[in-house]
Nanobody, 123 residues
Framework: QVQLVESGGGLVQAGGSLRLSCAAS????????MGWFRQAPGKEREFVAA????????YYADSVKGRFTISSDNAKTTAYLQMNSLKPEDTAVYYC????????????????WGQGTQVTVSS
């Protein structure tokens, strides 16, 4: 079992920045990839970014590339999502997820999910 807890969501003005955190506990050595997804009302859950356990590989959706940065701490127990130049269309509930096998853009590739944290970007 892996437990994931997100934090850092909130309300921010367009053009501002926000940093999300996802703390993992439990069988963390089983985690190969950690990722971030988001879901806006009436829309499908969409991939945002992912990072490999060693931190050597990162992946981004085209919509956030150049603005968002995914990272992890030295112990690889916490994933971060630094969000810069935020736009109103970034408004969504953001979820972190972990995969025991290589996960990428598909939500079905991930095994455990956090509770989600709301990010609202005002114009």
């Amino acid at each position: 079992q892996v437990q994931l807890v997100e934090s850092g969501g909130g309300l921010v003005q367009a053009g501002g920045s926000l940093r999300l955190s996802c703390a993992a506990s439990g069988r963390i050595l089983s985690i190969l990839v950690m990722g971030w997804f988001r879901q806006a009302p009436g829309k499908e859950r969409e991939f945002v970014a992912a990072i490999s356990r060693g931190g050597g590989s990162t992946y981004y959706a085209d919509s956030v590339k150049g603005r968002f940065t995914i990272s992890s701490d030295n112990a690889k127990t916490t994933a971060y999502l630094q969000m810069n130049s935020l736009k109103p269309e970034d408004t969504a509930v953001y979820y972190c997820a972990s995969a025991r096998r290589r996960g990428m853009e598909k939500a079905s590739e991930y095994d455990y999910w956090g509770q989600g944290t709301q990010v609202t970007v005002s114009s």
